[in-house]
């Protein structure tokens, strides 16, 4: 807590990637992994636009069973090529912890994502490790709750949790979440942990991510996660909100604008 942090703390994903810093870090690519050929072009295509650190979900928890889970350790596999072929560092989802070990070689940070907020033997076992994590709010879960989740991480030696603000259950239905974005400047006075924002899980359809994006970075985000297909029309998962190459090159000038505003950089 800020009593024993009163300094922001920093999250190192790969030599020179830096979460918290005053470099604003985007991590870009699609919801799931679906190919080789489609991890490789979005990860080419994401870092030439400026993002710095590759998504992607090879272990997909699908509200239905029926829904497309993943391609697993295959997509894990695919997400390492795409990390040797363009060097971007790798953030993905673990949901059991039976999967570190094999997690370990193949990403540069676990995310835990928004239904595994309180799986605390995940995040015990993540606790750990010593590699970055990036934990996501439940969607019906307080900052309290979500602080002490990171406790649970940080209380086995591992501090390099990085917290991402996605969205809570509001009785809004338009969009698929409500973005809190008064978590932002909450979550950065309660801890000293970096905070990120995804847009699109928040909003959950494309036209959305931008505004939200600015919002987030005016709000005082360390960074972005954003999902980028290259083609949303027939991806697995979240096309809806996917942005397409262009799209998020466009989102891209538009948040430097904002960053540069808050005399930050992207
Ligand atoms: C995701 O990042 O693809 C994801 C499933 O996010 P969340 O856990 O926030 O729903
Ligand atoms: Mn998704």
Request: aromatic share 6%; proline share 5%; hydrophobic share 40%.
């Amino acid at each position: 807590n800020r009593r024993m942090h009163p300094q922001d703390t920093t999250v190192e994903i790969a030599p020179g990637v830096v979460i918290g810093g005053k470099k604003i870090v985007v991590m870009a690519g699609p919801c799931s992994v679906e190919s080789r050929e489609q991890i490789i072009d979005v990860a080419k295509h994401v870092k030439e636009q400026g993002a710095t650190v590759l998504r992607g979900g090879a272990w997909k928890p699908r509200s239905s069973p029926y829904s497309f889970q993943g391609l697993k350790a295959e997509g894990l596999e695919l997400l390492h090529e795409a990390h040797k072929e363009t060097g971007l560092p790798v953030v993905t989802e673990i949901t059991n912890p039976k999967n570190i070990e094999l997690f370990m070689d193949k990403c540069d940070c676990f995310q835990v994502g928004a239904r595994n907020m309180q799986n605390f033997d995940l995040l015990k076992e993540l606790g750990q490790t010593r590699k970055p994590v990036l934990l996501k709010r439940g969607f019906a879960n307080t900052m309290e709750e979500f602080l002490m989740s990171a406790e649970y991480v940080m209380a086995g030696g591992n501090e390099n949790v990085i917290l991402c603000e996605r969205g809570i259950r509001t009785y809004e239905t338009y969009t698929r979440n409500t973005l809190d974005i008064s978590a932002v400047p909450v979550l950065k006075r309660m801890s000293h942990l970096p905070v990120v924002v995804d847009p699109s899980h928040a909003g959950g359809i494309y036209w959305m991510v931008e505004p939200l994006a600015k919002a987030a970075i005016a709000a005082g985000a360390d960074g972005l996660i954003i999902e980028v297909h290259n083609d949303p029309a027939h991806a697995l998962s979240d096309g809806a909100q996917s942005l397409t190459y262009d799209s998020f090159q466009e989102t891209m000038t538009s948040i430097r604008r904002i960053a540069e505003a808050v005399g930050r950089e992207v």
